[in-house]
């Protein structure tokens, strides 16, 4: 249950911050991301006050061998830059440039019920399920 507990609070704090910080708007991400037209800097105010908080907390909990909770963690070890990721980061780039939404926005706006939220959120589901397909025909190829 303290596990649940914990999940809620941050996922209710996270998307609070989405809201108040103006993330679940697509005209002001794009804004943001149109650098040669109407470039709106709001944004990175957002990031310069989120990247600091998240480097000390990522460089405390990489010196912690479990959670504050107990549990196990699960902190990216790779450095490697390859073909996936790129990919993976070009396509991220892409949805976010065009609809103005990357997935934390995206749910958090569900809670306002926006139907762009609501299509955007499909469709990342949609590729979500493409790539674990795809991810699994890889593998059955692998151990033949």
Known sequence: MKYVSAAFVSGLVFGLGLILSGMTDPAKVIGFLDLAGDFNPALAFVMAGAIPVAAIAFRIAARRSTTLLGGTEHLPDSRKL??????????FGAGWGVAGYCPGPALA????????ALVFVAAMLGGMLLFELIESIRKARRVR
């Open 82 to 91: 390859d073909r996936r990721l790129l990919t993976g980061a070009l396509t």
């Open 109 to 116: 706006s569900l809670a306002t019920g926006g139907s762009d």
